[in-house]
């Protein structure tokens, strides 16, 4: 039986599998796309919550994740909207030197996040805009192709391509300032 389905059957062992099945991956993924833990335990809730009160809505042609991720993302867009927290400045919160991105090599890219330690990879992450960190959590973390993400999000191919190039960029830059201040890259 389909997890949807159990749900639909008996709500509350329904509810069960789909936090066992689903709730390490989303909170994971709502840990890079919030700043602390104690909202993105909250974004997790509200979208295991919003899923079984909806989940008469989910098309099983569709893909379960993504229904999921959808909601989880609609709501941390609301909480945005609703917020309107400063977007963290690559330039200034981090003081970061002025280098011109677009000199970065793929080979230093490739190299700098290969030495870089999962905890500094996940700040630097946290430290992107919203819409660049975004297309990176389920680029790289969620290991979704250009094409799911363009889906999932609503935007074009390309945008998502631009934002991947862009997000990577200034990864490389803030990992090599941390580097430089001495925490473990």
Wanted: glycine share 6%; charged share 30%.
């Amino acid at each position: 039986m389909e997890i949807w389905q159990a749900i639909r059957f008996d709500r509350e062992c329904g509810a069960k599998r789909l936090v066992s099945e689903y709730g390490n991956r989303l909170y994971a993924a709502a840990v890079l796309l919030c700043q602390n833990d104690a909202d993105a335990e909250e974004l997790v809730f509200r979208t295991f919550d919003q899923a079984i009160k909806r989940i008469g809505t989910f098309s099983p042609t569709g893909d379960f994740f993504n229904w999921l991720y959808t909601i989880l993302l609609n709501f941390r867009r609301m909480d945005l909207r609703k917020r309107r927290p400063e977007v963290l400045s690559v330039g200034s919160s981090l003081d970061l030197p002025e280098v011109m991105i677009e000199e970065v090599g793929e080979m230093e890219l490739s190299k700098a996040f290969a030495d870089a330690d999962v905890e500094a990879v996940q700040k630097a992450v946290r430290g992107l805009s919203e819409p660049l960190r975004e297309v990176v959590v389920l680029r790289y973390f969620e290991e979704r192709s250009i094409e799911d993400i363009s889906m999932l999000l609503e935007i074009p191919s390309g945008t998502v391509k631009s934002r991947l190039h862009n997000a990577k960029r200034m990864l490389f830059v803030i990992l090599a300032k941390m580097k430089g201040k001495g925490v473990m890259v």
